[in-house]
């Protein structure tokens, strides 16, 4: 069982943004699993959500309140319990939330946005939630966001979270993003919530849209087990109290979205390091692919192999685990054109052992591993990021619901 990191500083928090967290019991004992975000002007939002045909209740509510109203002022996320797979009273449950929160808070209803994560199939305890819910507002300040990171921790053993700061000439915002997640981690979201703030000003289709692409590249990036979440959400909060604004002309767009790039990418490989039982951080990078669709499909396939990922916990440089997952990708590949490079050390060389097996085995006790993959087709390239798979993950699962 891995220690939980201490944080070494609390990351910047924008302006206009106050946190709270508060210990509800919704399944864990002496620890906070309630928390608050709340912005204290009007702000757009922006959302990503799971693609599980089987979505939660709060994620039904989010992208309906997302997509008609596209603001919002409070995100009330707990842990221990998805809210999924619990019907119509789910939804009530999440509606009675939103109402009784924004009552408290002297905002509409519509403005809040609720998130679960934790265990599926079991209704909230509501009676212990709506306490939580009252306590909330009272505990608001500037300087919780790393409480908030902790409380929506379930099988996580840190905090995520990180900032950043956008320079517009002589002006600058922040960006902060909060996170969780180790299981149930997969392409397209994964048991996975992340929740990001800006003080700079951005209308909510323009934040969609570079929201949409930086997930791609980070978080749907990303594999620990390849189980899909009913409850992942990605939300992009922009309130605009710095006085900064950005529009799709301005030409610190691209530096937002580099800004935001970073705080995805920080908090994905985040996951990748916390994957449950998790020992080595694994990048899987496929390049001289035909197209970029090509390229990421390839690295999914390869970062996702059961056979790899085991074989990376026992140490072993198992390239043919690897060449079987590139034929079964649904990649044109060419055997003959195929080139592996392990940690630096090239183990394949068209299709073939250079005999470096031995050489390469030796890196096997580092806890960062590179693939690097040619599949001599073309110019595109995709990095994806995964992690082994051990004993301590089969354990962890095994005991979720004790």
Known sequence: MKKQRKQKCLPEAPEGYLFAATSAGIKYKDREDLALIYSVRD???????????????????????????????????????????????GMADAKRISRELALRLDIHEREVLPSSTGVIGTPLPMDRFL????????KLDNKGALDVARAIMTTDTFPKITSRSVHLGKRRGVILGIAKGAGMIAPDLATMLCFILTDLNLESRTMKDILTDVVDVTF??????????????????????????????????????????????????MIVRDGEGATKSVTVYVRDAKNKRDAKLAAGTVAGSLLVKTALYGGEVNWGRIMASLGRSGVPVKENLTDIVFNGIRIVKEGMSTGMEKKASLTMKNKDITIEISLGMGGSSWRYYTCDLTDEYIRINAEYLS
């Open 220 to 269: 749907n990036s990303i594999t620990i087990d390849g189980d899909m979440s009913t409850n992942d959400t990605v939300l992009l909060l922009s309130n605009g109290a710095s006085g900064n604004t950005i529009d799709r002309q301005s030409r610190y767009l691209r530096t937002f979205r580099d800004a935001l790039f970073d705080v995805c990418h920080e908090l994905s490989t």
């Open 131 to 138: 306490r939580g819910v009252k306590e909330l507002p009272l």
């Open 43 to 89: 702000a757009n939002v922006a959302g990503v959500f799971t693609n599980n045909r089987i979505k939660s209740a709060p994620v039904l509510l989010d992208i309906r309140r997302t997509r008609r109203y596209g603001t919002c002022r409070a995100i009330i996320v707990n842990s221990g319990n998805a809210n999924a797979c619990t019907g119509t009273q």
